[in-house]
């Protein structure tokens, strides 16, 4: 089993920055993908941006610029620093990871952005 757990949400106005953390454990022997997702109110969940174990990173769009997606030096934690922060970026974030093709998720932490 591997268990995720995020930290960090929390409320900002816009413009403003938050730093989201996540931890990995478990049964973790050489995860394929870390990354974020995040799911508004009536919307989908989408990408946010991942990063592979060899440290190639992707972002949406959305966020290219204002967010960072990194791996901190303590084993199977990523980090997601995100700046200049919109409305439209208010959502449940999620960290995920995967492993042989098998996806775990975290319980999310909520990021409200005010305007």
């Known amino acids: 089993q591997v268990q995720l757990v995020e930290s960090g949400g929390g409320l900002v106005q816009a413009g403003g920055s938050l730093r989201l953390s996540c931890a990995a454990s478990?049964?973790?022997?050489?995860?394929?993908?870390m990354g974020w997702y995040r799911q508004a109110p009536g919307k989908q969940r989408e990408l946010v941006a991942t990063i592979i174990s060899g440290g190639t990173t992707n972002y949406a769009d959305s966020v290219k610029g204002r967010f960072t997606i990194s791996r901190g030096s303590a084993k199977n934690t990523v980090y997601l620093q995100m700046l200049s922060l919109k409305p439209e970026d208010t959502a449940v974030y999620y960290c995920s990871l995967r492993q042989w093709g098998v996806d775990y998720w975290g319980q999310g932490t909520q990021v409200t952005v005010s305007s």
């Open positions: 478990g049964s973790i022997f050489r995860f394929d993908t």
